[in-house]
């Protein structure tokens, strides 16, 4: 299994709902991320998760709270967003933790795009 | 502050003709380059990397060439097909950014049969 699977692959919500992302990947990764991607933009960094822990968050709103249940599974849980939030996210996972951050091959998922209303 | 800029951000060629792509970096501690394709729909993925220690990479019709004085490198498509068409990312592990990988604008390819 060479994927990285993401569920749903579109979500919309309103600004007082409560809803999760859901990531899974079955190649044995110690890596997982989230991504933000407005249209026609590059994907923004916004957590990075090493042996389960949380190594990186790049100064992301608290109304998003990332959870690593365990090494297959990443969740990005979403509450009170705002309308500037739509986005598609996406998850990737690399093989090496972050002792090796920015040097890892990626495998990205094909995203979850978001529409809050 | 440290990034990546990436020309042109739309491209079109005729089905067999070659397509390059360009990116500068600022940082020149960057020691890792990655070019990566979305097409529609999906998510980007990885066609070719480059490390800091090596000038050029090739992978069938895909190549890419690295100048760490000037501080650019390039992906070379040659032989386009229509599924070439997509939008490719370029990207630099910039050190003055903690090792991150940093994204280029995107170019957007159209290969036109």
């Known amino acids: 299994d060479t994927e990285v699977t993401q569920t749903p692959k579109h979500l919309v919500m309103g600004m007082t709902n409560k809803k999760s992302l859901k990531c899974e990947q079955h190649?044995?990764?110690?890596?997982m991320y989230w991504y933000k991607q407005k249209a026609k933009k590059p994907p923004e960094l916004m957590f990075v998760?090493?042996?389960?822990?949380?190594?990186i968050n790049e100064s992301v709103p608290s109304r998003f709270s990332p959870e690593c249940p365990n090494s297959s599974l990443l969740n990005l849980h979403l509450h009170a967003l705002q309308p500037e939030d739509s986005a598609l996210y996406l998850c990737?996972?690399?093989?090496?933790?972050?002792?090796?951050?920015?040097?890892?091959?990626?495998?990205f998922g094909a995203g979850s795009r978001l529409t809050v209303l | 502050g440290e990034n990546v800029e990436q020309h042109p951000s739309t491209l079109s060629v005729q089905e067999g003709d070659s397509a390059v792509i360009k990116c500068t970096y600022s940082?020149?501690?960057?020691?890792?380059f990655p070019w990566y394709k979305q097409e529609l729909g999906k998510g980007p993925q990885l066609i070719i990397d480059?490390?800091?220690?090596?000038g050029e990479k090739k992978d069938q019709r895909i190549a890419v060439t690295l100048n760490k004085t000037a501080k650019h490198f390039s992906l070379h498509i040659t032989e386009t097909q229509p599924e070439d068409s997509a939008v490719y990312f370029c990207?630099?592990?910039?050190?003055?950014?903690?090792?991150?990988?940093?994204f280029g604008g995107g170019t957007r390819v159209l290969v036109k049969p």
């Open positions: 990207a630099a592990r910039i050190k003055a950014a903690g090792n991150k990988l940093t």
């Open positions: 940082d020149s501690a960057s020691n890792y």
């Open positions: 480059i490390r800091s220690n090596v």
């Open positions: 998760y090493s042996y389960e822990k949380l190594s």
């Open positions: 190649m044995g990764h110690r890596a």
């Open positions: 990737a996972s690399s093989q090496a933790g972050a002792t090796n951050f920015g040097a890892n091959v990626l495998t």
